[in-house]
């Protein structure tokens, strides 16, 4: 049993960091609160992420210490992607989907790696790329299908 003066650290997640992506039955995609075409979704992921303006209504970033990175510290996106989808969604549609969460990812990766060493992700050491990945981390939660039609 553990302590019962010890403290319980909050394990909540904020909301503001985990954006939900939903497919339903009919393959219709919801980010957030958003409909959307899946050819919308990467640059929705994207931004995101990266939260360019700090809005506070996207991830906070907590600057971290960057093993290796010459700058020291870098500020890491807390978002989370939660990817739901129904027991009637096409494979088709899950897989075209989480092919852009991905994307969107490896684009950020691409984008700083550019910006930070010149080259793409790919084209970068092992130990560089560990740099890019501790940066822009991948954070994907898959859930287990759903019946949405049905109320249990």
Do not use: H, W
Not at 2 to 9: A, G, I, L, R, T
Not at 62 to 88: A, C, F, H, M, W
């Amino acid at each position: 049993m553990p302590d019962p003066n010890q403290k319980v650290e909050d394990q909540k997640v904020n909301r503001r960091n985990i954006i939900v992506v939903k497919i339903n039955s009919a393959d219709r995609i919801l980010a957030g609160t958003d409909a959307i075409d899946v050819s919308q979704l990467k640059d929705k992921i994207k931004e995101f992420i990266s939260n360019p303006s700090n809005d506070p209504n996207l991830p906070e970033k907590e600057v971290k210490e960057i093993e290796g990175y010459s700058k020291g510290t870098y500020p890491v996106s807390k978002g989370v992607i939660s990817l739901q989808n129904d027991r009637g969604t096409s494979y088709q549609a899950y897989i075209a989907v989480q092919n852009e969460l991905v994307k969107a990812v490896n684009e950020l990766r691409d984008e700083f790696s550019m910006r930070e060493f010149g080259k793409k992700y790919s084209a970068l050491d092992e130990d560089t790329q560990k740099i890019v990945r501790d940066c822009i981390p991948q954070n994907i939660s898959e859930a287990e299908p759903k019946d949405v039609g049905k109320r249990r």
